[in-house]
């Protein structure tokens, strides 16, 4: 089993749908988790970043951590075709230090 | 916002040959770098961890002369991949991160294609 799985999709979506976007995690000394947006052939650049569970929201993009059920989700509002690349959920024992990442799901959204 | 240089960000080269791959920071110190290597439609995959002045920490697995990482200063982390096969064709990234809590920045990534 995976540390970190996670559906690489492709999932595409008309623009101003919400998007769901998930993983699920084996290791429960996870602590810090992370959602990067990576465009074709470029680094992951950082969306959102939580500590332990909870939400997290930061404009249309909205965080979730459940520890108890190993579950992680960012949520996407009112989507726009600039939303489209690849998201990767990545996490961690200790703050950015041997992170795990998901395989990173392909976002498409559509005019 | 602080910037990870990776160069080059594109190799194409023989077998057996090295390719030598660089990541700097350019507005911060780089205390600790890492390298990680991405198939496609697959993970980014922890390379080795690279502390300024000190031998770089291997994940298991992976081969530390095959792909040898120097961290000589705290902009400037190299890896260069020795006797390079069709195998190690892959899209390697590195990120780097000024202090242990900082935040962590990604290079945009250097695709080796060995012929």
Not at chain 1, 21 to 49: D, H, I, V
Not at chain 2, 96 to 112: D, I
Request: some cysteine; aromatic content about 12%.
């Amino acid at each position: 089993q995976k540390e970190v799985e996670q559906d690489p999709g492709p999932l595409s979506v008309p623009e101003g749908a919400i998007v769901s976007l998930n993983c699920t995690y084996s290791n429960s000394a996870f602590q810090y988790f992370m959602w990067y947006r990576q465009y074709s052939r470029k680094g992951p650049e950082l969306l959102m970043y939580t500590y332990s569970s909870g939400n997290k929201e930061d404009g249309r993009f909205t965080a979730q951590v459940d520890k108890s059920s190993k579950y992680i989700s960012l949520f996407i509002r009112d989507s726009q075709p600039s939303d489209s690349a690849t998201y990767l959920c990545a996490m961690s024992r200790i703050i950015n230090n041997d992170m795990r990442f998901g395989a990173g799901t392909r976002l498409t959204v559509k005019p | 916002g602080a910037v990870v240089s990776q160069h080059p960000s594109w190799v194409i080269c023989k077998s057996g040959t090295s390719v030598k791959i660089e990541c700097r920071s350019l507005d911060f110190q780089a205390t600790t770098m890492f390298w990680y290597r991405q198939f496609p439609k697959q993970s980014l995959m922890l390379m080795a961890t690279s502390n300024e002045g000190s031998k770089a920490t291997y994940e298991q697995g992976v081969e530390k002369d095959k792909f040898l990482i120097n961290h000589a200063s705290l902009t400037l982390s190299t890896l260069t991949v020795t006797s390079a096969h069709p195998e190690d064709s892959s899209f390697y990234i590195c990120s780097a991160r000024e202090g242990a809590n900082e935040k962590l920045f990604f290079g945009s990534g250097t695709q080796l294609s060995v012929l």
